[in-house]
């Protein structure tokens, strides 16, 4: 059974930096889908990262040049690096796995089958 732990949310000002983590158990790292979604209150849940094996990495596009998604596959980690944030990145950050690979739509909420409980992210201005 897949279980998903973020943590590394925090509190920080506009411009600063945070990382996210997400501790992976139960995860099969072959034919299969990782990313990070986050949900501000009000709001749906929108894909901020996602990456298939063998398949590029999808940013949106409001996070381009600012977020990377990376993992560690010996350390079952997936990391969400955030530089130059903004306000409106505040929200719930969520890390999600699939498998079987999908090959399109990465950055669909429906598409993923396994979540976490998420971490906070709050940015002042």
Same mark, same amino acid.
């Given at each position: 059974q897949v279980q998903l732990v973020e943590f590394g949310g925090g509190s920080v000002q506009a411009g600063g930096?945070?990382?996210?983590?997400?501790?992976?158990s139960g995860v099969i790292y072959t034919d299969y889908c990782m990313g990070w979604f986050r949900q501000a209150p009000g709001k749906e849940r929108e894909?901020?990262?996602? /990456?298939?094996? /063998?398949?590029?990495?999808q940013y949106t596009n409001s996070v381009k040049g600012r977020f990377s998604i990376f993992q560690d596959v010996?350390?079952?980690?997936l990391y969400l690096q955030m530089n130059s944030l903004k306000p409106e990145d505040t929200a719930m950050y969520y890390c999600a796995y699939r498998?079987?690979?999908?090959?399109?739509g990465?950055?669909?909420?429906?598409?993923?089958?396994?979540?976490? =409980?998420?971490? =906070?992210?709050?940015?002042s201005s």
């Open positions: 930096s945070l990382r996210l983590s997400c501790a992976a894909g901020v990262a996602g /990456f298939c094996d /063998f398949a590029p990495t010996a350390k079952n980690a498998r079987p690979r999908a090959w399109g990465l950055l669909d909420v429906g598409l993923y089958n396994s979540w976490g =409980q998420g971490t =906070q992210v709050t940015v």
